[in-house]
């Protein structure tokens, strides 16, 4: 077989060694340490100012913004249906209830018009909805100006999920910075990793020093262990943010590689009819984390999945776009506010390789694959 090809696997250097080895040196492993504190710090500096706290996951940042919006028991969270489960799962984590809102065109990402009818229909009903958790898809910033105006219009906390899109800019501020509270993932899948881990942002200080206090099992000030709340071990450790620091290092590049890699699809594989590709917001610059395809079957003679399972035959891994959240079996029961438009998505749309140490050579291959079987019909 020919060697595997991942979809978006990790890339490291010399830099992330270099000070992963200084952390195991020190022996300062777990607990925090100075490599978390300047981790912060520079993932800050990247965002031009804010604050942040290292975290164990992005999934960990959304369930703590969660709690710093005063979501609890019966309330309603208005999230993003397009996306991935750990958006709406912490939903769920505080006894809540998420009611999901469909996507627009022009992105992918939430509906600014069916976000307001969500919300005014909820008023109606007598359902204030707690937050809303709008969702940069695939690194592709959303409809900002206008998702930002409908919730100061209504007086209802942005939480901006920007876990696949650091490195990403609209109207030239970085994706992550508009919301009350910004979510960042450090998956091993993800345009920089810590293997695994995530960050919570916001320009408020307090809001961040509860997060970290929440974050450390709530751990009162006292020579023993005295908790007077519920907290929960969600910190990055000091190795994990060595990693990261060297990442962060690289980002740039690694944007700059991701784009690369989206034009050379978007030139040959854009000249075949029936395919098409993620937009972007003239307004805005998306990391392109994965290069994300829809395929028409009617025109290129063959469907999603069919591509999908050539390129498998040929030791290439591919994934379908997400499926969204209010077609998941766990969420069967949750309102939701839809126009067909994420389900299209997901019927025909597929993520290509995208890792930054893909070759040309790497992509000619699959795109050569891709070329084939659409000839073959």
Not at 120 to 141: E, T
Not at 316 to 344: C, D, F
Request: charged share 25%.
């Amino acid at each position: 077989m020919p060697k595997r090809i991942y979809l978006s696997p990790p890339h490291m250097g010399t830099e992330e060694r270099k000070l992963l080895i200084e952390a195991f040196e020190s022996n300062w492993i777990a607990p925090l340490g100075p490599h978390v504190d300047a981790f912060e710090k520079e993932i800050c500096a990247y965002l031009n100012g804010g604050y942040a706290a290292a975290l164990s996951s992005g999934t960990a940042a959304v369930h703590l913004a969660l709690i710093l919006s005063g979501v609890g028991q019966d309330d309603e969270v208005l999230c993003q249906s397009f996306t991935f489960a750990g958006s709406s799962n912490p939903i769920v984590y505080q006894g809540a209830r998420p009611v999901f809102v469909d996507s627009e065109p022009d992105t992918w990402n939430m509906d600014p018009e069916l976000l307001e009818k969500a919300i005014k229909d909820r008023l109606q009903k007598g359902r204030k909805p707690k937050a809303v958790i709008a969702v940069h898809l695939y690194g592709q910033p959303a409809k900002l100006d206008d998702i930002v105006q409908i919730c100061q219009t209504y007086d209802v906390p942005l939480i901006e999920d920007a876990a696949e899109a650091l490195g990403s800019t609209y109207k030239e501020k970085k994706a992550g910075t508009y919301g009350r509270l910004g979510i960042l993932s450090f998956n091993g899948n993800k345009i920089i990793t810590t293997s695994g881990g995530g960050m919570l942002l916001s320009k408020d200080r307090i809001l961040i020093e509860r997060a970290r206090f929440l974050a450390t099992q709530a751990r009162d000030e006292a020579a023993h262990y005295e908790h007077s709340q519920i907290g929960y071990n969600y910190r990055l450790s000091n190795l994990l943010a060595a990693v990261g620091r060297g990442q962060l290092r690289v980002l740039e590049d690694r944007v700059r590689r991701k784009r690369e890699i989206f034009d050379f699809y978007q030139k040959r594989l854009g000249a075949i009819e029936g395919i098409t590709f993620q937009p972007e917001l003239p307004e805005s610059r998306s990391n392109r984390w994965l290069t994300a395809i829809i395929i028409d079957p009617r025109k290129t003679g063959c469907t999603r999945e069919d591509i999908r399972l050539t390129l498998e035959e040929e030791n290439i891994e591919s994934r379908p776009l997400w499926k969204p959240m209010h077609l998941q079996p766990v969420y069967r029961t949750a309102p939701a506010y839809v126009n067909g438009i994420s389900e299209r998505l997901f019927e025909h749309g597929l993520c290509l390789p995208s890792g930054t140490a893909l070759t040309d050579d790497d992509l000619d291959r699959i795109c050569r694959i891709i070329e084939k079987r659409i000839k073959k019909g």
